[in-house]
């Protein structure tokens, strides 16, 4: 049973539906940007010309470094929106925390994402991160990133990272997941006309659902590093992370999906506001930090 406080944010979030419209969509996200956690400094920084924030904690081990993408489906999100739950990140699990503010649409639509996304993986590599030090995470669309940008980096012949946590990951643009349908009623957060905008903002002109660094669920996944799913159960999204975790494992990657019960999408987000959060932060920096070997 999940706490009495995660059903008073749930009830609250359910009368704040998220808006459509770009301008209206990226000043909501960003009206509710929190401070880093207390015990982490952020310093801006150029990743290969990619805007990015160099999160770390007091005391973090100096050689491991989580690389992270915010969500917002594509069009909307920032380093700013996601600061509480990537410098709560960065606190659980004593690592550093490189949040990228890469590119959005409908000003640059796909692959601009993908683009600035393996940019940055490449300046670790370029600042002299082993990749073995290197995690992969990110939420939402940022979800779906963490897996389209290991792709692109496995396809273009470069070491892979050690592991990654996608958390309520969009991996399908085709929209084809049973749960958009048998959970609408429960998600407080996602929609079916939101999410038909933002992907059709996301994929431009082109309108390729079968892209697979766009909708990496079309990928042939092989290759790929130890991954931590986290998706909630009454998530319309939760097909994506499910379908994910079913072809992974088939291409033979070690595979740990989480359904967490009564969950709504990235509930991560709300840590400091009721205790299944920060569980969830919790529970990905255990995973990558055994994988790091922190």
């Not at 920032?78 to 490189?98: E, P, Q």
Request: proline letters at 7%; one cysteine or more.
């Amino acid at each position: 049973m999940a706490s009495e406080a995660f059903h008073k944010i749930r009830d609250l979030v359910a009368t704040k539906p998220i808006p459509s419209e770009v301008k209206a969509n990226r000043a909501f996200l960003d009206a509710g940007a929190r401070p880093l956690a207390k015990g982490v400094n952020g310093t801006l920084i150029n990743a290969n010309e990619v805007t990015a924030e160099m999160q770390i904690p007091e005391g973090a081990v100096s050689d491991a470094v989580i690389l992270y993408f915010h969500g917002g489906g594509y069009v909307g999100g920032s380093i700013a929106s996601h600061r509480n739950l990537t410098g709560s990140l960065a606190l659980a699990s004593n690592c550093k925390v490189l949040s990228v503010e890469y590119r959005l649409a409908p000003e640059s639509p796909h692959p601009a994402a993908v683009e600035d996304a393996i940019n940055s993986y490449k300046w670790l590599l370029s600042e002299g991160y082993d990749p073995k030090k290197i995690a992969i995470c990110g939420d939402s669309a940022g979800g779906g990133l963490a897996i389209a940008v290991q792709l692109k980096i496995r396809d273009e012949g470069l070491p892979l990272p050690a592991a990654s946590a996608p958390i309520s990951p969009w991996i399908d643009m085709g929209l084809s997941g049973d749960t958009m349908s048998t959970r609408q009623s429960r998600d407080p957060l996602i929609r079916l006309d939101l999410i038909r905008e933002f992907k059709s903002q996301f994929l431009g002109p082109n309108n390729n659902s079968d892209d697979p660094y766009a909708s990496p669920l079309q990928a042939d996944l092989f290759g790929l590093p130890p991954m931590l799913i986290h998706v909630g159960d009454d998530e319309m999204l939760l097909s994506d992370s499910q379908r994910l975790a079913e072809k992974a494992s088939a291409a033979g990657v070690l595979v740990t999906l989480e359904v967490w019960p009564e969950m709504i999408h990235v509930w991560h987000t709300f840590v400091g506001l009721f205790p299944e959060a920060q569980d969830g932060i919790n529970r990905i920096a255990e995973f990558l930090s055994a994988h790091l070997e922190i």
